[in-house]
């Protein structure tokens, strides 16, 4: 165990800037703000488990993109939504304070200001998406399948929350009563967040086709004027 611990400390130990505590960014330009590139050899040596994470979301949000551009009709647009919902969630957590209370470590790309991670974009067609596929093929009541898919999502979600923070992937405020209890030191409050708008983002998706278009046969079908 020492000489593992003493091989972590000198990899540590070479990396640019490590143990440097800033109290504040600075940002050379726009662009400096909007991405952040890093080496990924200088990822590997200070969080391994990481980019494998980092890596693995990359690959799984890929192949969700395919699958839904194979299967073709409203998959296409729940794929595009899960990014653009993951997108708007991301932005206000961390601009508006009362939940600004999580920060995430920094991958080989990170986005907005070093607070946005690329591959958690990824995360939620990781999530709702897969999610909405597997449940949609139980065939369940209209009223029931936004819960199915929140819960769906909840299952997923539960071993990657616990191995993440224990992993320091991200970390959450310390004091925040909002987050003050816990499982696995994952806030109890993360689960309630993922299957909560995991049930209502399903439900508004499908509810706005049936309010546009109407009723269908198919609620995966898009409707023929959409282009696609």
């Known amino acids: 165990m020492a000489q593992v611990e003493d091989h972590?400390?000198?990899?540590?130990?070479?990396?640019p800037n490590f143990?440097?505590?800033?109290?504040?960014?600075?940002?050379?330009?726009?662009?400096?703000?909007l991405v952040k590139i890093r080496d990924p050899r200088d990822c590997w040596k200070s969080q391994p488990t990481y980019l494998i994470s980092e890596l693995t979301y990359l690959t799984v949000g890929l192949l969700t993109f395919i699958h839904s551009r194979r299967v073709g009709g409203?998959?296409?647009y729940l794929w595009l939504a899960t990014i653009f919902h993951g997108l708007t969630v991301e932005?206000?957590?961390?601009?508006?304070?009362?939940?600004?209370n999580f920060w995430h470590s920094q991958t080989t790309i990170v986005l907005l200001g070093r607070r946005l991670p690329l591959h958690i974009m990824m995360?939620?067609?990781?999530?709702i998406y897969n999610a909405s596929v597997a449940i949609s093929r139980l065939k369940l009541p209209n009223w029931a399948e936004p819960f199915a898919v929140g819960l769906c999502v909840v299952l997923i979600d539960l071993p990657?929350?616990?191995?993440?923070v224990k992993f320091l992937h991200w970390t959450w405020h310390d004091t925040d009563p909002n987050i003050f209890d816990r499982h696995y030191w994952v806030p109890?409050?993360?689960?309630?967040f993922h299957?909560?708008?995991?049930?209502?983002?399903?439900?508004?998706?499908h509810c706005w086709k049936r309010l546009i278009i109407g009723k269908s046969a198919d609620k995966w079908q898009a409707g023929e004027y959409v282009f696609y």
Request: proline share 3%; with cysteine.
């Open 74 to 76: 409203r998959f296409k």
């Open 160 to 164: 990657y929350d616990i191995t993440a």
């Open 123 to 127: 995360l939620y067609p990781a999530f």
């Open 8 to 15: 972590v400390a000198r990899n540590l130990s070479q990396l």
């Open 91 to 100: 932005c206000a957590a961390y601009w508006l304070p009362d939940i600004d």
């Open 188 to 192: 109890w409050n993360s689960f309630y």
């Open 195 to 205: 299957a909560t708008f995991a049930a209502s983002f399903t439900f508004w998706f």
């Open 19 to 33: 143990g440097v505590e800033l109290s504040s960014l600075e940002f050379t330009s726009w662009l400096d703000w």
